[in-house]
């Protein structure tokens, strides 16, 4: 099975910009999409992006599609998720998951079988 972990997060100001990056370790990474999802503070955890197993198809939460960009490196079992013009309400732990389930899930955190600890990302003046 995989592991993963996340990095990247922190305390920046609006209109920054962030990379997080999710390290895969344990499996085979390319049998995998990853998605990243996200989760504020008496919210609901919610979809942000996804990508599929060799980076051929991607997907975005439609607020998000013109500010983030998800990519991987399979040679690295790394995914990458570049934030740009970071909003306060981007606040947020943010997760990365794998799913060797039909790319038709991935916008559910159900498909989801393997999940980072989180990073948290805080946007703020």
């Known amino acids: 099975q995989v592991q993963l972990v996340e990095s990247g997060g922190g305390l920046v100001q609006p209109g920054d910009s962030l990379r997080l990056s999710c390290a895969a370790s344990g499996g085979t990474f390319s049998r995998y999409y990853i998605g990243w999802f996200r989760q504020a503070p008496g919210k609901e955890r919610e979809f942000v992006a996804a990508i599929s197993r060799y980076g051929s198809s991607t997907d975005y939460q439609d607020a998000m599609k013109d500010r983030f960009s998800i990519s991987r490196d399979n040679a690295a079992n790394t995914v990458y998720l570049q934030m740009n013009s970071l909003k306060p309400e981007d606040t947020a732990v943010y997760y990365c998951?794998?799913?060797?389930?039909?790319?038709?899930?991935?916008?559910?955190?159900?498909?989801?079988?393997?999940w980072g600890q989180g990073t948290q990302v805080t946007v703020s003046s």
């Open positions: 998951a794998a799913a060797s389930t039909e790319w038709a899930y991935r916008i559910r955190s159900s498909g989801y079988g393997y």
